[in-house]
């Protein structure tokens, strides 16, 4: 391995295949293509909803239909046809079991191909899943050792019917309906996704987790995420995905909305590792995903992404700091190979006084892809003694590949302090040489330096999900990454 | 009648008026329609989400000044750089002034875009250089369907412009409300250096909107220093674009220093067509009241081993607007490309907004480039250590003031100018102490 140089690297890089590609069989309840009013109401009939429920999805179908998608992002891509799209599949047998062995085994061959048997992650320190399988929610455990804490965690078509009043008061107030045009269709549509209420004075006592994976062709994933802080306590969410290897482009919209109130701390981590099409470019899926947070006084959210996946990425989780001494944090690496495409950052807006936020990003292009940081940072006038701070750095590898910054910053208060700083280099041929110097291979030397460049990151996530983004930075950058 | 409009219909009567070159014509009726077409730019444009024009865009501007106007040198004289021998190309109302003016012709021509426009002996360079650089987009065009006057200077190979040449544009109100349109157009031959200060001035408190485009052609080896001087009265507002293209080892710099207007726009582009080139662009703001200064600039590497420096710093008090948008594209081919952009500002009051975009676009992997940007305030340490050293407060903070500014201002060449500018400073920040360090 000694020879190995980048070239080797991006030619391995080029050739390398998406591994978790494959496609399991269940025979799944899904709608015809096409999205009327008629099917948004049929989604919510479906789903048992109330009557509340139903008229919001109208309202936002409404809201939609007048919406125009958006075209501001540095990304090029066929545009998805809306009405070509099934927006509803299910799990045919839609299974409630107690034990593991009722479920059906190709399901659970799906979660030991992907190394996540349920068996084993029960055992695994103690994190409770939430299993999304296209849509809707199959087993949910550690849910009794929850609710002895009164921690609220089920899939959000379940919250609907046991807590609507939670649901109705939160959903929609970070997220409008109408905030853009994915938020729109996706409030119109969504099939399932986790709720969470961590009530006052509560400390999660494990990391609460849900794997999303989209597994029936032509299916479109609108998952909706609501995460209530109450007052004082803390929670620490981990969303991880996965897809099958698919052909045509598959549309994933989803929807997450953050509230933590007074003195409340929330800490939302995410891998995701969706298809993100083959070496030449085709298939692969089109994420446009709104995250954003609430803070209250004195609250804190903290985003942690790891994005290797997709074909194209449209995300900016973001944070609204209403509160005074409230804190934002975005920790982001988002690697792109091949023809991916990635649009992603995050906004900071600043209202309360006193309020922090850091943006640490990384980004890391190969082949053929694009990468592009886009945040904003606003101080409103109000906002005294604001202040922030705002690294991003890309690596690029190879010369077909392209890097961008779109830093945007807004400042309305004299007391603001806003630093911030990108750069965009190489792997430094000198970087490698002291590594060979010293018996490093190349290969290693690489790996070590994706490392180090992306350990300011890696080092935010829980150790559990540490691990796994590894493991995808791995696939991503197979041979570069030790 | 909107002011599109008028513009539109007093185009045919001023094409009838100036004498019909083809080439010239063509590209004139070509540009009008590009603006037909695209017209101001509005909010909703990415380069424009921040500066917004419909306000001056309202006033019922006259396009052709009526009658020629004459001013005294002894009532100007302080627009000038006077304590040092230069060239001058001044205009009044957009028409050329030769009693204040000092032209040449002899080894190069330092002269009038209406010359060049005119006589045969120009052509072949206005054909070769004329709207080669300049953008396609609305305003550059409306400029370009209406440009008659302006400066022209020509440089030929290997020669060294001994003094320094001013461009300067004075309007003095007789016409109710003003629009001007100067056309400059530069080509500084291979291996010859020249210096350049450009300024707009209106003497009135009628307004004055300024639509002005320059290009400017470095051959290989030539340096050019280009110095603009902002300082207008608060009725005045001018939109700037400038186009510099350079061929290899050629070195450009821009220094841009805004302290007055009403709404100032400068759109700087520069355009990187060979090997080991250097850019430059620096700049500094300070501005109070309701001003409004926006710098747009734009470094396009196409060519490897180039680089280019950024450097713009910006004091805002009041409820003045600055905004910075500085884009870097690197080019696949532009390997080995050194880009650096600064981006510093201080923000004195609350109603104050500083809207700042620094953007990099690399498509090339061996390079080496980054941004910084940051908002703040001036140090209390710095401030109050000044104070015991028996400094009074506003002097304190003028003079950090001043040192937060003089990384741009220590680059400015000639001596006399920099002195103007620390005056000007000075006077801004309502001093009156000498900035000599």
Known sequence: MSKYTEDDLREELKTKEYEYGFYTDIESDTFPNGLNEAVVKAISIKKEEPEWMTEWRLESFRIWQQMTEPEWANVKYKKPDFQAISYYSAPNKKPKYNSLDEVDPELLETFNKLGISLDEQKQLAGVAMDVVVDSVSVATTFKKTLAEQGIIFMSISEAIKEHPELVKKYIGTVVPQKDNFYAALNSAVFSDGSFCYIPKGVKCPMELSTYFRINQAGTGQFERTLVIADEGSYVSYLEGCTAPSRDENQLHAAVVELIALEDAEIKYSTVQNWFPGDAKGKGGVFNFVTKRGLCEKNAKISWTQVETGSAITWKYPSCVLKGDNSVGEFYSIAVTNNYQQADTGTKMIHLGKNTKSTIISKGISAGKSQNSYRGLVQINSRADNARNFSQCDSLLMGNECGAHTFPYIEAKNKSAKIEHEATTSKIGEDQIFYCNQRGIDTEKAIALIVNGFSKEVLNKLPMEFAVEAQKLLEISLEGSVG | ?437
């Open chain 2, 1 to 437: 009648m909107d002011l599109k409009e008028k513009l539109l219909s007093s185009f045919m009567i001023f094409e009838d008026k100036v004498d019909a070159d083809t080439y010239v014509h063509n590209v004139r009726n070509d540009a009008i329609k590009t603006f037909e077409e695209k017209g101001f730019p509005t909010k909703k444009e990415e380069a424009w989400k921040y500066t917004s024009l419909n306000k001056i865009l309202k006033e019922d501007y006259s396009v052709f000044p009526k009658q020629e106007n004459a001013l005294e040198y002894r009532d100007v004289k302080k627009y000038f750089i006077h304590d040092i021998d230069t060239y001058k190309i001044v205009f009044i109302d957009g028409k050329y002034s030769s009693h204040l003016s000092q032209t040449t012709h002899e080894g190069m021509d330092v002269c009038l875009m209406s010359a060049a426009f005119s006589k045969p002996k120009y052509r072949l360079v206005i054909e070769n250089y004329f709207n080669k650089a300049a953008g396609k987009d609305g305003l550059s065009s409306l400029n370009t369907a209406f440009s008659s006057e302006g400066a022209y200077i020509f440089i030929p190979k290997n020669k060294l412009v001994e003094k320094p040449i001013q461009i300067i544009h004075l309007s003095t109100g007789n016409e109710s409300a003003l629009m001007l349109q100067p056309r400059n157009l530069i080509v500084i031959g291979e291996n010859s250096y020249v210096q350049i200060i450009e300024r707009h001035q209106s003497l009135t408190d009628n307004p004055v909107l300024t639509n002005s485009v320059t290009e400017i052609f470095t051959k290989k080896r030539a340096i050019v220093d280009y110095y603009k001087i902002q300082n207008d009265n608060l009725n005045a507002s001018l939109i700037d674009n400038t186009f510099i293209k350079q061929q290899q080892e050629s070195i450009a710099s821009m220094h841009t220093f805004s302290f007055g207007g009403n709404l100032t726009r400068n759109n700087l582009n520069f355009y990187q067509e060979g090997e080991r080139i250097d850019s430059t662009l620096k700049g500094v703001t300070i501005i109070g009241d309701k001003q409004h200064v926006d710098h747009n600039t734009l470094v396009h590497h196409l060519e490897p081993n180039c680089e280019s420096h950024q450097d713009y710093k910006g004091i805002f008090s009041d409820s003045s607007t600055g905004v910075f948008n500085g884009k870097v594209i690197v080019e696949k081919e532009a390997q080995k490309t050194n880009a650096f952009q600064a981006n510093n500002n201080i923000l004195v009051n609350d109603r104050a907004t500083i809207n700042t975009k620094p953007q990099l676009e690399i498509f090339a992997d061996d390079v080496k480039c980054s941004h910084g940007c940051t908002i703040g305030q001036l140090d209390e340490n710095a401030l109050f250590y000044l104070r015991t050293r028996g400094i009074p407060e506003k002097e304190a903070k003028a003079l950090l003031m001043y040192a937060f500014s003089n990384n741009v201002l220590s680059s400015v060449k000639i001596a006399e100018l920099k002195q103007r500018i620390t005056k000007i400073i000075a006077n801004k920040l309502g001093v009156s102490i000498g900035f000599d360090l």
